[in-house]
């Protein structure tokens, strides 16, 4: 149990084009969904945290206009990196939690994305 | 000083070996503590919660140390699968589920 998709997988795009990336729980509901961008060498870094049906918590330094988060369901979020440049090229990782182990987080595989 | 600080290591080690990792947190208000693992270019996945005073499963063994503020993971009879980066993971209970990842500690395990 408790399985996290990703969607893209990888994804390659032009300078500022926007992405959409998906994260999906498959089999519990997610009361809560975090999105993590993790630097070549460098730990995962938080960037927001999204409650169903409310507006995402941003990081301090995390721009919210760039990196739209929208967590609608108990099952889905997405993120949309907007105008993608290079230095936005990064792993990007969403966990969730839920109902019942609201302290433990279960992540997706991750998206790369790879900005030219 | 890092919230959550760790070796990054790598520590090399032969099959069979025992190791152990440090880590040590910033904020005495902690109340929860995960070592996870995570391969190269994957996501990280949990490997173990330590809760109050240590957990063990199997090969593996992590203990927290309130007082000084650090926690620990043993690893015995080291595995050629054991390679991999450890993070050690603090939840900051700043009023919701708030993570902290360390950098990572590389074990890499030879024949």
């Known amino acids: 149990g408790a399985v996290v998709s990703q969607h893209p997988s990888r994804v390659i795009c032009k300078s500022g084009t926007s992405v959409k990336i998906e994260c999906r729980s498959l089999?519990?509901?997610?009361?809560?969904m975090f999105w993590y961008r993790q630097f070549p060498k460098k730990s995962l870094m938080l960037m927001a945290t999204?409650?169903?049906?409310?507006?995402?918590?941003?990081e301090q330094g995390v721009e919210k206009d760039k990196f739209l988060i929208n967590h609608a369901s108990l099952t889905l979020s997405t993120l949309t990196v907007t105008s993608a440049h290079p230095e936005d090229s990064s792993f990007y990782i969403c966990?969730?939690?839920?109902?019942?182990?609201?302290?433990?987080?279960?992540f997706g595989p991750g998206t790369r994305l790879t900005v030219l | 000083r890092k919230e959550v600080e760790q070796d990054p290591g790598p520590f090399n080690v032969p099959e069979g070996a025992t190791v152990a990792f440090n880590c040590t947190y910033s904020?005495?208000?902690?109340?929860?503590f995960f070592w996870y693992r995570q391969d190269c270019r994957k996501e990280p996945k949990l490997l173990m919660s330590?809760?109050?005073s240590g957990n063990e499963d199997g090969r593996f063994t992590a203990q927290l140390n309130r007082a000084s503020q650090y926690i620990s993971l043993l690893i015995r009879d080291s595995k050629l699968s054991d390679s991999a980066t450890y993070l050690c993971?603090?939840?900051?209970?700043?009023?919701?589920?708030?993570?902290?990842f360390g950098t990572g500690t590389r074990l890499l395990v030879s024949p």
């Open positions: 966990s969730a939690s839920g109902l019942v182990r609201t302290d433990t987080q279960y």
């Open positions: 089999d519990f509901q997610a009361t809560t």
């Open positions: 999204s409650n169903e049906g409310s507006k995402a918590t941003y």
């Open positions: 904020n005495s208000a902690s109340q929860s």
């Open positions: 330590v809760y109050s």
């Open positions: 993971v603090v939840n900051m209970n700043t009023g919701f589920q708030k993570l902290v």
